[in-house]
């Protein structure tokens, strides 16, 4: 199944993990340590997010340490942008609105 990063920020877990690992890498028992969840669990959350590419791996010595990629949450802003147009355009319409209101 193809993942996207989407699929990766739709789970609460994964949100947390991207937030953790924002901040500085981490392994996956130091990440887990941050949840109740089972390690197991946690290490398929990761598995997720490396497969949607919103981590990255890195192997120094005998431990992997998983670091976020903010690149890719560049697609996310790209979706965005098209709804904050119309958001903006709204808002400029409701601007005119209420000063028109204001003024009579």
Same mark, same amino acid.
């Given at each position: 199944?193809?993942? /996207?990063?989407? @699929? ?24 887990? +340590? @941050?949840?109740?969840?089972?390690? %197991?669990?946690?290490?398929? @959350?990761? %598995? ?10 890195? %192997? @120094? ?13 560049? +697609? ?11 958001? +903006?355009?709204?808002? /400029? ?12």
């Amino acid at each position: 199944m193809r993942r /996207d990063i989407f @699929h990766a920020i739709a789970d609460p877990t994964r949100r947390a993990i991207l937030s953790l690992i924002a901040l500085q890498a981490m392994t996956p028992n130091a990440i887990a +340590e @941050h949840f109740d969840s089972s390690r %197991q669990a946690i290490s398929k @959350h990761i %598995q997720i997010l490396a497969e949607c590419k919103v981590v990255e791996q890195q %192997q @120094h010595g005998r431990e992997i340490y998983y670091q976020f990629n903010p690149k890719k949450m560049k +697609e996310i802003d790209k979706w965005l942008e098209q709804f904050r147009r119309i958001w +903006e355009q709204r808002f /400029d319409k409701l601007d005119s609105v209420l000063k028109q209101l204001k003024t009579k």
